[in-house]
Protein backbone atom coordinates (compact mmCIF):
# COMPACT_ATOMS: atom_id res chain seq x y z
CA UNK A 1 0.00 0.00 0.00
CA UNK A 2 0.90 3.76 -1.21
CA UNK A 3 0.27 6.42 0.46
CA UNK A 4 0.35 10.26 -1.04
CA UNK A 5 3.57 12.37 0.03
CA UNK A 6 4.49 15.66 -1.26
CA UNK A 7 7.61 17.97 -1.70
CA UNK A 8 7.01 21.12 -0.71
CA UNK A 9 9.74 24.31 -2.30
CA UNK A 10 11.04 25.10 1.25
CA UNK A 11 10.95 21.72 3.24
CA UNK A 12 10.40 18.17 2.58
CA UNK A 13 6.96 16.77 4.14
CA UNK A 14 3.47 17.39 4.17
CA UNK A 15 0.97 19.99 5.83
CA UNK A 16 -2.74 20.40 7.19
CA UNK A 17 -2.53 22.87 4.70
CA UNK A 18 -1.36 21.47 1.64
CA UNK A 19 -2.57 17.90 2.35
CA UNK A 20 -5.36 18.22 0.22
CA UNK A 21 -3.56 20.18 -2.91
CA UNK A 22 -2.07 17.08 -5.41
CA UNK A 23 -5.24 15.86 -6.75
CA UNK A 24 -5.58 13.18 -8.83
CA UNK A 25 -6.77 14.40 -11.88
CA UNK A 26 -7.19 12.11 -15.43
CA UNK A 27 -5.54 9.63 -13.14
CA UNK A 28 -2.59 11.69 -12.81
CA UNK A 29 -1.46 13.79 -9.70
CA UNK A 30 -1.61 17.36 -10.24
CA UNK A 31 -0.46 20.06 -7.47
CA UNK A 32 -0.08 23.80 -7.74
CA UNK A 33 3.42 24.58 -9.06
CA UNK A 34 3.70 27.56 -6.51
CA UNK A 35 3.39 25.92 -3.66
CA UNK A 36 4.37 22.07 -4.14
CA UNK A 37 7.62 20.88 -5.99
CA UNK A 38 6.11 17.43 -6.65
CA UNK A 39 4.39 14.82 -5.58
CA UNK A 40 4.15 10.79 -5.43
CA UNK A 41 3.17 7.81 -3.87
CA UNK A 42 5.29 5.94 -1.42
CA UNK A 43 4.95 2.99 0.77
CA UNK A 44 5.33 3.60 4.27
CA UNK A 45 9.22 1.64 4.74
CA UNK A 46 10.22 4.37 1.55
CA UNK A 47 9.38 7.67 3.42
CA UNK A 48 10.89 5.86 6.89
CA UNK A 49 13.73 5.77 4.34
CA UNK A 50 13.71 10.34 4.22
CA UNK A 51 13.43 10.40 8.30
CA UNK A 52 16.59 12.35 8.32
CA UNK A 53 14.57 15.20 5.83
CA UNK A 54 10.81 14.96 6.98
CA UNK A 55 9.77 18.29 8.47
CA UNK A 56 7.14 17.62 11.17
CA UNK A 57 7.71 14.94 13.88
CA UNK A 58 4.03 14.23 13.42
CA UNK A 59 4.32 12.24 9.96
CA UNK A 60 6.42 9.67 12.05
CA UNK A 61 3.87 9.38 14.48
CA UNK A 62 1.14 9.34 12.10
CA UNK A 63 3.08 6.36 10.01
CA UNK A 64 3.18 4.48 13.47
CA UNK A 65 -0.43 4.49 13.49
CA UNK A 66 -0.95 3.57 10.21
CA UNK A 67 2.01 0.73 10.49
CA UNK A 68 -0.42 -0.60 13.72
CA UNK A 69 -3.60 -0.38 11.53
CA UNK A 70 -5.78 0.64 14.32
CA UNK A 71 -9.45 1.08 13.25
CA UNK A 72 -10.88 4.01 15.20
CA UNK A 73 -15.06 3.58 15.56
CA UNK A 74 -17.25 6.07 17.82
CA UNK A 75 -20.50 4.81 18.61
CA UNK A 76 -23.35 6.64 20.24
CA UNK A 77 -25.82 5.33 23.02
CA UNK A 78 -28.57 7.01 24.81
CA UNK A 79 -30.20 5.91 28.47
CA UNK A 80 -33.66 6.94 27.35
CA UNK A 81 -36.80 8.44 30.08
CA UNK A 82 -40.22 8.60 29.43
CA UNK A 83 -42.64 11.04 30.53
CA UNK A 84 -43.49 8.59 34.01
CA UNK A 85 -39.06 8.99 34.81
CA UNK A 86 -38.64 4.81 33.41
CA UNK A 87 -35.64 4.30 31.74
CA UNK A 88 -35.25 2.20 28.67
CA UNK A 89 -33.72 -1.06 28.37
CA UNK A 90 -33.16 -3.65 24.78
CA UNK A 91 -32.51 -7.08 24.57
CA UNK A 92 -30.57 -7.51 21.93
CA UNK A 93 -31.10 -10.17 19.64
CA UNK A 94 -29.32 -13.40 20.51
CA UNK A 95 -29.59 -14.60 16.74
CA UNK A 96 -28.10 -11.65 14.90
CA UNK A 97 -25.63 -11.23 18.23
CA UNK A 98 -24.93 -15.05 19.68
CA UNK A 99 -21.66 -13.72 21.73
CA UNK A 100 -23.31 -10.84 23.09
CA UNK A 101 -22.15 -10.84 26.76
CA UNK A 102 -24.98 -8.51 28.53
CA UNK A 103 -28.06 -8.97 26.50
CA UNK A 104 -29.53 -5.54 27.89
CA UNK A 105 -28.42 -2.88 26.59
CA UNK A 106 -29.68 1.00 25.98
CA UNK A 107 -29.92 2.27 22.49
CA UNK A 108 -27.34 3.06 20.17
CA UNK A 109 -24.92 2.32 17.54
CA UNK A 110 -22.18 3.29 15.69
CA UNK A 111 -21.85 7.14 13.97
CA UNK A 112 -22.01 7.59 10.20
CA UNK A 113 -19.61 9.74 9.08
CA UNK A 114 -20.56 12.79 7.77
CA UNK A 115 -23.63 13.01 9.83
CA UNK A 116 -23.17 14.83 13.37
CA UNK A 117 -23.12 13.03 16.90
CA UNK A 118 -27.11 13.99 17.58
CA UNK A 119 -28.03 13.20 14.02
CA UNK A 120 -26.46 9.89 15.07
CA UNK A 121 -28.23 9.11 17.86
CA UNK A 122 -31.90 10.24 16.89
CA UNK A 123 -31.04 7.91 13.49
CA UNK A 124 -30.24 4.93 16.06
CA UNK A 125 -33.25 5.89 18.31
CA UNK A 126 -35.53 6.03 15.30
CA UNK A 127 -34.49 2.90 14.20
CA UNK A 128 -34.31 0.57 17.24
CA UNK A 129 -37.26 1.82 19.11
CA UNK A 130 -39.53 4.33 16.70
CA UNK A 131 -39.12 7.15 19.94
CA UNK A 132 -38.69 10.38 19.41
CA UNK A 133 -36.11 12.80 21.28
CA UNK A 134 -37.56 15.63 23.48
CA UNK A 135 -35.34 18.26 23.49
CA UNK A 136 -31.35 18.36 23.74
CA UNK A 137 -29.86 14.58 25.10
CA UNK A 138 -26.97 15.63 27.65
CA UNK A 139 -23.91 13.78 27.00
CA UNK A 140 -23.22 11.78 30.56
CA UNK A 141 -20.24 9.47 29.58
CA UNK A 142 -17.09 8.88 27.48
CA UNK A 143 -15.76 5.24 27.44
CA UNK A 144 -12.54 3.82 25.57
CA UNK A 145 -13.16 -0.05 24.65
CA UNK A 146 -10.10 -1.85 24.12
CA UNK A 147 -11.46 -5.40 23.65
CA UNK A 148 -9.63 -5.59 20.42
CA UNK A 149 -6.25 -4.38 20.00
CA UNK A 150 -6.91 -3.33 16.21
CA UNK A 151 -10.11 -1.70 17.51
CA UNK A 152 -10.38 1.48 19.61
CA UNK A 153 -13.92 1.91 20.11
CA UNK A 154 -14.56 5.69 21.80
CA UNK A 155 -18.37 5.64 23.37
CA UNK A 156 -20.64 8.46 24.05
CA UNK A 157 -23.63 8.34 26.13
CA UNK A 158 -26.51 10.83 26.39
CA UNK A 159 -29.03 10.95 28.78
CA UNK A 160 -32.69 11.93 26.93
CA UNK A 161 -36.18 12.66 27.14
CA UNK A 162 -38.20 10.75 24.62
CA UNK A 163 -41.97 10.51 23.26
CA UNK A 164 -43.66 8.09 21.71
CA UNK A 165 -44.50 4.71 21.43
CA UNK A 166 -41.95 1.85 21.33
CA UNK A 167 -41.69 -0.21 18.20
CA UNK A 168 -38.78 -2.48 17.94
CA UNK A 169 -36.52 -3.31 14.75
CA UNK A 170 -36.54 -6.90 15.93
CA UNK A 171 -33.53 -7.62 13.79
CA UNK A 172 -31.65 -5.89 16.51
CA UNK A 173 -33.88 -6.23 19.59
CA UNK A 174 -36.24 -8.83 20.49
CA UNK A 175 -37.79 -7.15 23.90
CA UNK A 176 -37.40 -3.85 25.95
CA UNK A 177 -39.01 -3.13 28.99
CA UNK A 178 -39.11 0.26 31.12
CA UNK A 179 -37.41 0.35 34.25
CA UNK A 180 -37.05 3.05 37.59
CA UNK A 181 -33.83 3.57 39.10
CA UNK A 182 -33.85 0.88 41.77
CA UNK A 183 -35.81 -1.80 38.49
CA UNK A 184 -32.41 -0.67 36.36
CA UNK A 185 -29.71 -1.70 39.07
CA UNK A 186 -31.06 -4.68 39.40
CA UNK A 187 -31.06 -5.86 36.09
CA UNK A 188 -28.76 -9.15 35.70
CA UNK A 189 -27.23 -9.78 32.02
CA UNK A 190 -26.44 -6.12 31.95
CA UNK A 191 -24.25 -4.70 29.28
CA UNK A 192 -20.70 -3.91 31.01
CA UNK A 193 -19.81 -0.37 29.52
CA UNK A 194 -23.32 0.69 30.64
CA UNK A 195 -23.77 -1.29 34.15
CA UNK A 196 -19.85 0.47 34.94
CA UNK A 197 -22.36 3.99 34.40
CA UNK A 198 -24.51 2.62 36.82
CA UNK A 199 -22.39 1.90 39.05
CA UNK A 200 -20.41 5.39 39.08
CA UNK A 201 -23.74 7.30 39.71
CA UNK A 202 -21.60 10.50 39.43
CA UNK A 203 -23.20 10.78 36.21
CA UNK A 204 -26.41 11.49 37.62
CA UNK A 205 -25.29 14.80 39.20
CA UNK A 206 -23.76 16.31 35.64
Known sequence: M???FVRQKKNLGISPKHAYEAKIIGGELAWPKDEILNAGWFTLDEIRGMKNKLRSSWIMEAI???EKNIVL???????LQNEQGEY??????LIKYPEIKGSWDIVGGRIEVGKTLLENLQREIKEETGLIFK???KLI???DI?????RHVVRLTYLGQVTGTVSLDVTENDDFKWCDWKELNEVEDMDIYFK????DKTFLEK
Open 146 to 150: LRNPE
Open 64 to 66: DIM
Open 88 to 93: LLLHRS
Open 2 to 4: RRL
Open 135 to 137: GVP
Open 73 to 79: QVGVKAL
Open 196 to 199: QLLE
Open 141 to 143: AAQ
